[in-house]
């Protein structure tokens, strides 16, 4: 009995102490909850006000101001969009050359991230720091370089063994493929990762006679499903949004991507922004999908990779 009532005056007072402590947390919270809304109406009114615009009629476009809410909705900026630029066709052209590099970084990535981690071979550290050097080499640079080997290319396009003759990958979906099929950020990332897991279960595994690549299949790819869906929504942004690449690389209109359509709403410097608008909507929604089907993964990926063992 003494105990008990020896240790309910600092049961009280624990209790009350970190009542006080929570009320002291009260307004830093409502701070950071503020600031959290206020981010995500900046980051969320962009999207908004295109999706208002695709719905607004011509002449309010210009004349409503920042009128948040029109006073009326029309869908004809959707039909004349869909009529203006084949917009099936080119979602096709831009899914088939996504779905392709997605493919090529997490198989080709993942296995150079393995080997970076987790194996040691000759050069190791210096293939490392040339191709951390290699990131501060601007894309733009590389892109006239890029652009004349793939048209050089050997036995491509009519090429023949010299690189001559033909147009090598030009004007193909290959071609807008290649230089993005790895990428050295995302090797970075998935070595990051792996990096993080315990040496024992290799160790582990090749006590009991398995190989490297059994190891990597069986032990560490299928733990690393995390990074893996961060990297194929990193691959897929990317992709998907890409316009400058496929702009040099594909000239005739059956190969182009949605990013180029969305040009085809320029006339002699003059915007049509109401079917714009309503196909940049459409080319987007993708992009918001894949990422809320894939934010656990996302943010589980983001924090494993940067955490060490």
Known sequence: MRSRDSNAPSNKSVRAARKR???????????????????????????????????RPNDEIFTAGLNLLPSSITFEHYERAFHIIPFLRYSLNTLL??????????????????????????????????MLFSIMIPGTVLMIPQFLILVNFPLAGGNNLFG??????????????????????????????????????????????????????????????????????FCFQSGWNSFLWPSIILRSGDFKVLTQGLQSFTFNNNVDYGPMMAA??????????????????????????????
């Not at 992009?287 to 955490?307: E, H, N, P």
């Open 164 to 233: 001559q003759g033909g147009t090598g990958f030009s004007n193909s979906l290959v071609g807008v493929v290649l230089p993005t099929a790895v990428s050295i950020f995302n090797i970075m990332f998935i070595r990051s990762f792996y990096i993080s897991m315990p040496n024992e279960l290799g160790e582990a595994a090749r006590v009991d006679g398995a190989g490297e690549m059994r190891t990597f299949f069986q032990i560490y790819l299928p733990q690393s499903k995390p990074a893996l869906a961060t990297l194929a929504v």
């Open 280 to 309: 940049t909507v459409c080319a987007t929604l993708p992009v918001i999908v894949i990422f809320l089907f894939a934010q656990k993964y996302f943010i589980q990926g983001i924090t494993f990779s940067g955490s060490k063992s």
């Open 21 to 55: 402590i929570k009320a002291k947390e009260v307004p830093w919270l409502c701070l950071k909850f503020f600031f959290l809304v206020l981010s995500a109406l900046i980051f969320t009114l962009p999207f908004y006000w295109s999706v208002l615009t695709s719905v």
């Open 97 to 130: 050359i996504t779905a392709m590099i997605i493919l090529s970084n997490l198989v080709f990535c993942s296995l150079a991230g393995y080997a970076f981690a987790k194996l040691e071979f000759l050069g190791k550290k210096l293939i490392y720091r040339m």
